[in-house]
């Protein structure tokens, strides 16, 4: 898998990095990312049909390397591919699914299948 970045958070010493707390309402998510002396960082998940939390102790490596502290898109997803091929629905209610991670140091690893990601 190619980890293509999507957003770099702002720039801190990772020993300010507080907490995250996620929120799922209405088919989205939101991650919002708090940091000392810093306003909070927030992404909205649109039109997520899964997610995922990994504790740090059990993340893989390639996570920590390819998501530190910023939000990627995984190419190519072989987790995605599995999803979107069991998905027998007439309907969808995504028009396209992207496969989005972020790792956070001593916390872990989010990651979302969503239509869409924006920075608010």
């Not at 992404?43 to 993340?59: D, E, K, S």
């Not at 893989?60 to 069991?86: C, G, H, I, K, N």
């Amino acid at each position: 898998m190619i980890a293509s970045t999507v957003s770099e958070l702002p720039s801190f010493d990772t020993g300010q990095f507080e907490s995250a707390e996620l929120l799922c309402a209405r088919g989205g998510a939101t991650l919002s990312i708090r940091v000392a002396e810093i306003k909070p960082i927030l992404f909205r998940f649109g039109r997520v049909r899964w997610h995922q939390f990994t504790a740090v102790t059990n993340c893989t490596p390639e996570m920590v390397r390819d998501a530190y502290f910023r939000l990627v898109e995984l190419q190519d997803s072989p987790t995605l591919a599995s999803f979107l091929a069991a998905d027998r629905a007439n309907a969808k209610a995504y028009s396209s699914l992207h496969h989005y991670c972020i790792f956070l140091d001593e916390e872990g690893c989010y990651e979302f299948f969503a239509q869409s990601v924006s920075a608010l």
